[in-house]
């Protein structure tokens, strides 16, 4: 594990409820957002991430455009995506837009580049989910090309061809820190190595050991490629309160209304109370008291050998004053003491 831990904060703008128990519009979750994220950087968390989706349970679809407006009313905390959909926008278009944040930010933007778990960019942007594979592939590709600096010449099968072309604005100072995404794919894993990016895990449920493996093989694939391993970090769900069962208490009907209607969606069983608690107890799902939390992250950290941990703080429907008490712990508690534990 590198000497350099992070640990930072995710959200996907879940649409959450009022004091009414009515959903709120997606225009106040975004706003709520901006100010997650300003909590954020006081408290002194390393990074906040932003996940794109286009869907009506989700309120953020441009997150680039929402980091602009973080960007100015914080200074040190690093600001980038949960995920970028690569697959479905185009990479040219995708450098501008994160160079153009590198420089509003002074050099605190990042990418997380991925395809998604969900597949609704793909009709509404006219892509065909048929070729999932080759368009992320090739769009990294040129993604890769993008951020060497260098005038790009380049040609593929799912964009017109590009001839010593620069794009602007360039980056001021080095490179872009951009990280691929990973929830599962062995084959995800060699590519990150292979364009030499770090590797970020998703780890949605179960033991976050398990994904031990994936992290020895980046490792290998990049000793293979002959060149030295990136970082490798993860990103996983968690809630934090006072106390486990303040904690447990309060998450439970919204994590459920969340798991169940994506569940729904494709196939799965209503989620039940004792998979919740086993998910809280020996899964990724990091719930309850600072200590318990922070305990279980650097647990996860010491298991994977990983230098950057992000909790996706948004739960489904579960308010913003609980998300911000959420944070503030995160923060004020949990951070220091897995610093602390992982010395």
Known sequence: MSNHVELGLDTFGDVTVGSDGRPLSQAQVIRDVIEEAVLADRLGIDAFGIGEHHRPDFAISAPEVLLGSIAGRTR????????????????????????????ASNGRAEITLGRGSFTESFPLFGYDLTKYEELFEEKLDLFAALIRQKA????GNTRPPLSDQRVFPPLEHGSLKTWVGVGGSPESVVRAARYDFPLMLAIIGGDPKRFLPYVNLYHSA??????????????????????????????????????????????????????????AEGGALNVGSPATVAQKIAATMKALGISRFDMKYSQGTLPHDRLMRSIELYGSKVVPMVREILG
């Open 222 to 279: 990049c000793a293979q490629l002959g060149r030295t391993a990136q970082r490798v970090g993860l990103h996983a769900h968690g809630y934090v309160a006072d106390s486990d069962e303040q904690a447990r208490e309060e998450l439970w009907p919204h994590y459920k209304a969340s798991r169940d209607r994506i569940g729904a969606e494709r196939g799965w069983p209503p989620v039940t109370r004792s998979a919740f608690d086993r998910e």
């Open 152 to 155: 790009v010449t380049w040609r």
């Open 76 to 103: 040190r905390i690093l600001l980038g995506t949960a995920v970028t959909v690569l697959s479905t926008d185009d990479p040219v278009r995708v450098f501008e837009r994160f160079s153009t944040l590198n420089a």
